[in-house]
Nanobody
Framework: QVQLVESGGGLVQAGGSLRLSCAAS????????MGWYRQRPGQQRELVAA???????NSADSVKGRFTISRDNAKNTVYLQMNSLKPEDTAVYYC????????????WGQGTQVTVSS
């Protein structure tokens, strides 16, 4: 089993920045990909960004140029640096991890609220 614990959410004004962190523990040797999903009010959960243990990263078009995912394998932690935040980025952000594919993650964090005020 793998446990994921997120931190770093909060309230920020539009144009501001936040950094989310997600620390993994447990059977972490099995984890290949870690990433971030978000669920905006009234919408389905969507993939925001992902990073593999080999250093490959990908992000959704809606956040490209504003959000950066990074991963510290030594600390078993993945980060999401969010800059130039917009009110439409308001969501619950979830950390996710899997042995193979981020699109079907086996492990989820509890979620952290990010609220961007206009």
């Amino acid at each position: 089993q793998v446990q994921l614990v997120e931190s770093g959410g909060g309230l920020v004004q539009a144009g501001g920045s936040l950094r989310l962190s997600c620390a993994a523990s447990g059977s972490i040797f099995s984890i290949y990909v870690m990433g971030w999903y978000r669920q905006r009010p009234g919408q389905q959960r969507e993939l925001v960004a992902a990073a593999t243990s080999g250093g490959s990263t990908n992000s959704a078009d809606s956040v490209k140029g504003r959000f950066t995912i990074s991963r510290d394998n030594a600390k078993n932690t993945v980060y999401l640096q969010m800059n130039s935040l917009k009110p439409e980025d308001t969501a619950v952000y979830y950390c996710a991890a899997d042995q193979n594919r981020i699109l079907t993650p086996a492990y989820w964090g509890q979620g952290t609220q990010v609220t961007v005020s206009s």
